[in-house]
């Protein structure tokens, strides 16, 4: 409580589903359907009793951004009816396209909270080089103390 989360990296499991979302240019509405096999991979993970207060949000990333606004929106809208239906907790808004900055935060972020750095000294954290395939940027304690 009033801290950050505690995690066992050591126990963390990690999916990955390709292909992405931007395959699905030919037939949006069943970009969504990608989108099952990993909820159900957390649904194992996370206790049947969290479901309902455990957030579950979407931030599409490089290669969606590179995609024509209508067609993103399909695929985007398709994604938002699997999640409503999860048994998570979502609200439509928290499926969103993030610029590549952000996706640098989450690297800076998640890099010194596996470091044991976050909440420490902002000049005992680590800084990060994040190359994406559409995107680079550089993230250190600087960037976050203004």
Same mark, same amino acid.
């Given at each position: 409580m009033g801290g950050f989360p505690l995690l066992d990296l050591k126990s963390m499991a990690v999916m990955r589903? !390709?292909?992405?979302? $931007? =395959?699905y240019l030919g037939d949006p509405e069943l970009s969504g359907e990608s989108l099952v096999e990993l909820?159900?991979?957390a649904k194992e993970k996370v206790p049947n009793d969290w479901h309902k207060v455990t957030e579950v949000r979407l931030m599409a990333t490089a290669c969606l951004r590179m995609v024509e606004v209508g067609l993103r929106e399909r695929i985007?809208? $398709?994604c938002r009816r699997v999640l409503r239906l999860s048994g998570f907790q979502f609200k439509d808004d928290w499926t969103t396209m993030i610029p590549g900055f952000d996706e640098g935060v989450y690297a800076w972020v998640a890099a010194n909270y596996a470091l044991g750095s976050?909440? &420490?000294?902002?000049e005992n954290t680590t800084g990060i080089l994040?190359?994406?395939?559409? &995107?680079?940027?550089?993230? =250190?304690? =600087?960037?976050? !103390?203004?």
């Amino acid at each position: 409580m009033g801290g950050f989360p505690l995690l066992d990296l050591k126990s963390m499991a990690v999916m990955r589903k !390709m292909p992405g979302l $931007s =395959s699905y240019l030919g037939d949006p509405e069943l970009s969504g359907e990608s989108l099952v096999e990993l909820l159900e991979f957390a649904k194992e993970k996370v206790p049947n009793d969290w479901h309902k207060v455990t957030e579950v949000r979407l931030m599409a990333t490089a290669c969606l951004r590179m995609v024509e606004v209508g067609l993103r929106e399909r695929i985007l809208e $398709s994604c938002r009816r699997v999640l409503r239906l999860s048994g998570f907790q979502f609200k439509d808004d928290w499926t969103t396209m993030i610029p590549g900055f952000d996706e640098g935060v989450y690297a800076w972020v998640a890099a010194n909270y596996a470091l044991g750095s976050l909440g &420490s000294d902002p000049e005992n954290t680590t800084g990060i080089l994040e190359l994406g395939g559409e &995107s680079a940027q550089v993230n =250190s304690c =600087s960037l976050f !103390m203004t």
